[in-house]
């Protein structure tokens, strides 16, 4: 092997691996470096000239000409009886550079250079890999499925790079096929055994955020901010915004005519109900936005807790299918909200958990996942409401009720 010709290989760290010419030229440099160094002890007497339009490497030895039986210094001189033998006109005290082939650097050291560029590069490419992504944490891109799995989905971008999607990252209603083209946020980029991995989420508020700022330009614009996003994936969100201009209405601007803009939203989220609030700095109104379509007859703020009071006929509404409305409204305003029937005198609460020796702890699970974690809360439905909305039996709720009852004397 006399030459070495790379122009192919430039081509391919260029447009498959992310890798630049200029980066290709300086890891090519060092490691044929590294193999005269392991040959000849020192590199400072060698040139190596890359061209990378040809794609050719060369290796120059130059030496210094000396009297024949005055070499010291192998690699820095040269016998004048070895100089002539190179060309006939040299003399004493001349440079004279000697181009060196590959193979006078034996199998071994060219094998050997040729897996440390291998890892140098594969190295080179993880690093710019993670590079790329960790600066779009936050972004939304597209992938291709490649793999199914149990537990997660393998994708793959346009550069052919894995990324993965947890199965607790996918929408409940997800249902994707290899070949399928898919839309997520870059939810995290980290290194897991020196290699790194993209993990992809459509289940992260930021996914939600960003589909907004691609279907409202009032929001890509800074016209209309996005203050918090909440979501209990495929089934609920409540999004909160502001408008910095009076003429603009937020959640017009967000629905759009007719629901045109917030409908690509929610098909992508596999219709997601999507509650568009418009943020306030007053705690009482937010709460009152936050659990609608609810109609709030009265809200009492103590601490970090709100006392709402609503007819009885709002109060599901309230508390919405599987607790989803009250739990956002929570999480969105940042309170824990106790719901009353308007005109019930006020009686103390005491925790759902503080029943644990009376009442079975899958069962106060049951309840706190609707929203009642607490005797009040769960007192203020009816048990036909109760057994609705859980996967109790009737009989059951008929206990757990007659249970807190008897704590307040009712």
Not at 350 to 367: N, Q
Request: net charge negative; charged share 35%.
């Amino acid at each position: 092997m006399d030459t070495v010709n790379l122009i192919d290989s430039f081509r391919e760290f260029k447009e498959l691996k992310n890798i630049d010419r200029e980066t290709m030229m300086g890891i090519l440099e060092e490691v044929f470096r590294n193999m005269i160094i392991k040959k000849y002890g020192s590199d400072d007497n060698f040139d190596i000239i890359i061209n990378p339009e040809k794609g050719d490497l060369e290796i120059w030895h130059n030496r210094e000409i000396v009297e024949n039986g005055a070499v010291e210094d192998a690699v820095a001189e040269i016998a004048l009886s070895d100089a002539l033998k190179i060309e006939d006109d040299f003399e004493v005290g001349e440079e004279v550079s000697e181009e060196i082939k590959l193979v006078d650097f034996g199998r071994r050291n060219v094998l050997s250079m040729r897996q440390n560029l291998a890892g140098k590069v594969m190295e080179l490419e993880k690093d710019a890999l993670y590079r790329k992504y960790k600066d779009r944490v936050g972004e939304i891109i597209s992938a291709e499925v490649y793999q199914i799995w149990k537990r997660e989905i393998l994708l793959v971008d346009d550069d052919d790079n894995e990324l993965i999607m947890p199965r607790d990252q996918q929408i409940p209603g997800d249902f994707f096929r290899k070949g399928d083209a898919v839309r997520a946020v870059v939810a995290e980029v980290d290194i897991r055994n020196n290699n790194p991995r993209i993990i992809l989420s459509r289940t992260a508020p930021e996914f939600l955020s960003r589909l907004f700022e691609q279907e409202v330009p009032e929001i890509y614009d800074g016209l209309i901010t996005i203050k918090k996003v909440v979501r209990a994936p495929g089934d609920r969100a409540k999004v909160a915004v502001e408008s910095y201009d009076d003429r603009v209405d937020p959640v017009g601007a967000c629905v759009g005519m007719k629901g045109s803009r917030i409908h690509g939203i929610v098909r992508e989220l596999k219709n997601e109900n999507i509650d568009v609030i418009n943020y306030t700095a007053n705690d009482q109104l937010l709460i009152a936005r936050a659990l609608s379509p609810a109609k709030i007859s009265s809200i009492t703020i103590k601490g970090e807790r709100a006392e709402v009071y609503l007819q009885p006929d709002q109060v599901s509404l309230a508390i919405g299918k599987g607790g989803h409305n009250i739990k956002l409204a929570g999480k969105l305003t940042g309170y824990e909200i106790d719901v009353y029937r308007e005109g019930e005198t006020e009686i103390d609460d005491v925790e759902l958990k503080e029943f644990g020796d009376e009442i079975e702890s899958w069962i106060i699970e049951e309840l706190t996942k609707i929203g009642c974690d607490t005797a009040q809360s769960v007192l203020n439905l009816t048990v036909e409401d109760l057994a609705n909305r859980t996967d109790l039996e009737i009989e059951t709720v008929e206990e757990v009720v007659k249970i807190l009852k008897a704590e307040f004397d009712v």
